[in-house]
């Protein structure tokens, strides 16, 4: 009798394919998140490196285990500091995307029905602002909204403000939302063009020849069948939103209040790295469930 060979036997490539994204993040994801799952249960040090336990051997794997603690967690949620930055990040992460949304959906869908030969000068603009680095955008903002800025010398020029007046807005979180908004735009309209894109027109004209007014059949055919767009746009938004630290570091005023500040302070301000590890845990068990989410509907779909 012959042996029948597996299709993975007869080809060991489909193995590669399956292999390298999990060792990829096996290496780059959970061993990292290991590391810092295990300083986050230990103690501040006047050390090198600035926790402890650390590792001494197989010989000590009990004693090493056993001063592991979670005095961190505990501390988490008793001080209203850091309760008050993750509940103040959610709030604001999720303000922006839907912000973001409101202000991406309407520059997707035109970009849909552009004409076919406008469509890809439209993406490249989209696209153009990231052949500059991210930083010197949010740098640019610092020139537009400071008093003495370049906003405040548009609105003069049109007669919005007055010559002695200026724009009041650097250093809130009105600029906190603007170079949010910015920065993350296009990680949004992306999606949303490429699920509109492929929508089928033909159900357009005949919800219309139906009689069915435009903005009805936007809410039951168009923005439906966008759906995956939306979902795509609005986690790949939120999710590093909610850690962002560059933007409210720069535009945003000294009591700007966001765990991503929050956990900067503490590794290099405070330098207690097992404090910080909490944070960074904490910040992750929480944005697992906006991860869920968007797989679980992406299932239904």
């Not at 336990?53 to 949620?77: H, I, M, R």
């Not at 991210?134 to 919005?160: C, D, H, N, S």
């Not at 301000?269 to 910040?283: I, T």
Request: hydrophobic fraction near 55%; proline fraction near 8%; charge should be neutral.
């Amino acid at each position: 009798m012959s042996d029948v060979m597996s299709p993975a036997r007869a080809n060991p490539a489909r193995w590669l394919v399956v292999i390298v994204p999990y060792f990829w993040m096996l290496l780059f994801f959970l061993a990292p998140f290991l590391i810092i799952a295990k300083i986050s249960l230990s103690d501040t040090a006047i050390a090198m490196p600035p926790y402890l336990p650390t590792w001494e051997g197989f010989s000590k794997v009990g004693a090493f285990f056993g001063d592991l603690d979670f005095e961190n967690y505990t501390f988490l949620g008793e001080d209203p500091l850091y309760v008050s930055a993750y509940l103040s990040s959610l709030r604001i992460a999720f303000i922006s995307t839907l912000l973001i949304l409101l202000i991406g959906y309407p520059m997707a869908l035109a970009m849909a029905r552009a004409p076919s030969t406008v469509r890809p000068a439209l993406l490249m603009m989209v696209i153009l602002p990231f052949w500059t680095s991210f930083l010197i955008r949010v740098y640019a903002w610092i020139g537009i909204l400071k008093p003495e800025g370049l906003g405040t010398m548009l609105l003069q020029t049109i007669g919005f403000l007055g010559p002695d007046e200026q724009l009041h807005i650097f250093r809130t979180q009105t600029s906190i939302f603007i170079g949010i908004v910015y920065s993350y735009l296009p990680f949004m309209v992306l999606p949303l063009y490429s699920a509109l894109e492929k929508l089928d027109g033909t159900l357009l004209e005949a919800a219309s020849d139906l009689g069915c007014p435009p903005w009805k059949a936007f809410w039951r055919i168009t923005f439906p069948l966008s759906m995956p767009g939306v979902l795509a746009g609005s986690m790949i938004c939120f999710i590093p939103i909610t850690g962002e630290f560059v933007i409210p570091d720069l535009l945003g005023g000294p009591n700007t209040l966001m765990i991503g500040k929050t956990l900067w302070t503490e590794f290099f301000g405070n330098r207690d790295w097992p404090l910080a590890s909490a944070v960074a845990v904490v910040l992750l068990a929480l944005l697992v469930v906006p991860i869920a989410f968007f797989q679980n509907q992406q299932q239904k779909v």
